[in-house]
């Protein structure tokens, strides 16, 4: 344990090419209990604990998945879980358990919500021992408790646990979140293990599963998202826009996202200062700048701004919680991405709220609106982006119809009631290849 590692194995490459050797390191070592984490109390809900002490396996009578995930982001794919957790009613056999790396944000909102976590100890590639001793609880985990399915939902999870979930004879579900094209050192590290099968978040993302999953079964299976609309009252209307210095009759244009250049803000400030200054109108740029990268991007879009002679039209709103009535507080929503989203759950949410949405032409987004609710645009064409933002701004009957439309294509697309029952389905029939 204390021989000296070569620098090869601590470098992100050269992790995935250790991992045969790593897998019977972490066979052996969980057998002989050489690695622990001390925690001996049995997962209560709602209840964070190690997995050594939990009671045996009993006969299953309810379908029990188990989804391994790091834990410390809070993004898209964490969201998408939560929406899950929070509709089980429409897929009444599953129960949800959570084994993961990292406290955070999402840890915490399921601990609230009173689901069963295991911690596992904290992953980093670079220390090929820290591997060891996550899979050395996961095996324990999976040998003290009877699941149906495993759930990974990231290249990352996968290559760091699917030999453990293999060896414990377990079917796993790969849940695809984002659009692979097989280069970088995670994915080579993931195709090392297959799993069982594979879901996909859009249409985009299922055409490169086959690249990173040669001969695995997969289908599309869209994330679930909240269908229920805010009843934004009109006194609470204008106060959010009085909070954000927007006159009631302004026309509002909103961006919900990361401070990241591929989100196009840029764009946005460029095509928007094409309309006219005679027509009251007003951006909203929702989404904080935590790290160093975002924070020189933010302060590039301030200058920007200020170049284009727009900036007294610009708000920033930083991180909120309370996205659903901002939404529903705005006009039209667009997000000029300058690459493919893999789906893009906000698109969606935006059409939940009765937003009529302009966006480029490309990636889950292109399979998100038609022309009944919105605008697509050639990709990277701020011109044309610009002309419908100025269409859009300047005609009011037709933004309502494109927001009457919205609301019954984000049921049609990601309603819970219709996503749960699908995912109930796939789960049964992988539970029964179980060993």
């Not at 993004?75 to 509709?87: K, M, P, S, W």
Request: a positive charge; one cysteine or more; proline letters at 7%.
């Amino acid at each position: 344990m204390h021989r000296r590692i070569p620098a090869i194995l601590l470098s992100n490459v050269g992790v995935y090419a250790w991992e045969s050797k790593v897998a019977e390191n972490a066979t052996r070592l969980s057998e002989s209990g050489t690695m622990t984490t001390g925690m001996d109390a049995v997962a209560q809900p709602g209840e964070i604990t190690g997995t050594r002490g939990i009671a045996s396996k009993e006969a299953p009578t309810r379908l029990s998945v188990l989804h391994v995930h790091s834990g410390n982001l809070f993004g898209g794919i964490e969201r998408a879980i939560l929406t899950c957790v929070e509709n089980l009613h429409f897929a009444p056999s599953i129960h949800f358990e959570f084994a993961l790396c990292f406290r955070g944000r999402f840890t915490e909102s399921l601990a609230a919500a009173g689901h069963k976590i295991h911690e596992l100890p904290e992953v980093r590639t670079r220390n090929p021992f820290s591997i060891l001793a996550a899979r050395g609880e996961l095996k324990r985990l999976l040998a003290c408790n009877r699941y149906d399915v495993v759930i990974c939902h990231s290249p990352w999870s996968h290559s760091v646990f699917a030999p453990v979930i293999r060896s414990a004879g377990v079917p796993e579900l790969f849940w695809a979140h984002d659009h692979f094209r097989g280069k970088h050192w995670l994915e080579r590290w993931a195709r090392r293990s297959q799993p069982d099968f594979v879901i996909s978040n859009s249409d985009y993302t299922d055409l490169s599963v086959p690249g990173l999953f040669a001969g695995v079964s997969h289908q599309v299976l869209r994330c679930p998202i909240q269908t229920r609309p805010v009843d934004l009252a009109p006194e609470l209307r204008s106060r959010l826009r009085a909070e954000l210095d927007t006159p009631d009759n302004a026309v509002v244009i909103i961006q919900v996202s990361r401070m990241e250049s591929w989100k196009g803000q840029d764009l946005l400030l460029e095509a928007a200062s094409t309309i006219s200054p005679d027509l009251p109108w007003v951006i909203w740029f929702v989404g904080g700048a935590e790290r160093r990268k975002e924070k020189s991007y933010f302060a590039g879009l301030t200058a920007k701004a200020n170049y284009l002679g727009i900036a007294k039209r610009v708000r920033f709103t930083g991180h909120r919680t309370d996205v659903p009535h901002l939404l529903s507080a705005a006009d039209i929503f667009c997000q000029p991405n300058r690459g493919p989203e893999p789906f893009g759950l906000v698109f969606v949410e935006a059409l939940v709220q009765a937003l009529p949405v302009v966006t480029f032409d490309m990636g889950g987004p292109a399979e998100i609106i038609d022309d009944t609710c919105g605008v697509l645009v050639p990709p990277g064409n701020v011109e044309k982006l610009g002309f419908q933002l100025r269409q859009l701004a300047s005609q009011p009957d037709r933004r309502r119809q494109f927001a009457s439309a919205g609301p019954a294509r984000a049921k049609r697309l990601c309603d819970p009631a219709l996503i749960l029952p699908q995912l109930e389905t796939i789960l049964l029939q992988l539970s029964r290849r179980r060993a």
